[in-house]
């Protein structure tokens, strides 16, 4: 049985995906799912895919059944750059105007309700959408959409949610956990789920050894309107490890979001063994 892999083309997903572009052959019993963050979500609910690193919101979004790598997450040094709301006011001042909400991320959805609502106590007009229309006052961007939109300057302000996150709880933000089904723990897929584990933690560390080279291979697959020392830079703002503290950030996001009614339950975590 084939091991089924969502697989992200956002330029965050680069060092998880490297390696597998142009050599989905290597990896025989391993099949390759690009779309979205929003689609594996579904896909992991639905059980049409086995593991991705999706929004971290789906774990609480089906408790019970999924386990998390305990190694590995998407995480920033205090800004991540491709999760940001851009704004045609101050935030303060988006109290019953109307914000677009990305349909590609419910992560980065609850996470700006959650902001909006409990840190500065106000509700706006929510809409849903990709990209921002020009009755919009404000729209959140995420991937290589927000990173493009920063070199724009189509809006007056700009807020990237990994700062307005850690301002406020002190904790980096964990946008995107590795997210695995419990069917693929069956004895005939874990063995293909270990080894591709491996290879995962071994293509971060040849991604952080040689990027240049990384970027070469992602970027022929994945193009994006962005300079290379852009792109290059964006990497130094990330990081991949799902240390404690990042995983009491989850726990204090999930919290919140049941709280709020945006998840039924606080799941409790569980992580590969």
């Known amino acids: 049985m084939t091991l089924r892999v969502g697989r992200i083309p956002f330029l965050v997903c680069a060092p998880f995906f490297f390696n597998s572009v142009g050599r989905e052959k290597e990896f025989s019993e391993v099949e ?6 929003s689609a594996h979500s579904i896909g992991l609910r639905d059980g049409s895919i086995h593991l991705s690193p999706a929004s971290s919101i789906t774990f609480a979004q089906k408790p019970g059944a999924f ?19 851009f704004s045609r006011y101050p935030i303060e001042e988006l109290s019953g105007k109307r914000v677009r909400m990305t349909s590609q991320s419910k ?19 929510y809409v849903q959408g990709l990209a921002a229309e020009e009755s919009d006052d404000a729209c959140l961007l995420i991937g290589d959409l927000a990173l493009e939109e920063n ?22 933000f964990v946008f995107g956990a590795w997210l695995i089904s419990k069917d693929a723990l069956q004895p005939h897929l874990r063995p ?5 584990m491996a290879r995962l933690e071994n293509g971060i560390r040849e991604f952080r050894e040689n990027p240049s080279k990384a970027l070469d291979v992602w970027l022929a697959k994945y193009p994006v309107n962005l300079s290379r020392p852009l792109i290059e830079d964006y990497f130094s703002f990330l990081d991949y490890h799902f240390t404690d503290e990042r995983k009491h950030s989850l726990t ?11 998840v039924e339950t606080v799941p409790p975590m569980e ?3």
């Not at 386990?67 to 995480?75: A, E, I, M, R, W």
């Not at 189509?154 to 980096?172: C, H, I, K, M, V």
């Not at 293909?192 to 591709?196: G, R």
Request: proline content about 6%.
């Open 32 to 37: 390759f799912v690009d779309g979205p963050p």
């Open 67 to 85: 386990v998390l790598s305990p190694v590995l997450c998407t995480s920033c040094s205090f800004e991540v750059r491709s999760v940001k709301l």
């Open 107 to 125: 992560t980065s959805v609850t996470l700006l309700r959650i902001l909006l609502e409990k840190r500065y106590g106000f509700r706006p007009e």
């Open 151 to 172: 070199e724009r300057h189509r809006f007056a302000f700009s807020y990237d949610l990994g700062s307005l996150w850690q301002e406020w709880q002190g904790l980096p």
């Open 192 to 196: 293909v789920l270990d080894d591709y």
């Open 252 to 262: 204090i996001f999930f919290k919140l979001a049941a709280e709020m009614g945006l």
């Open 271 to 273: 992580f590969l063994e």
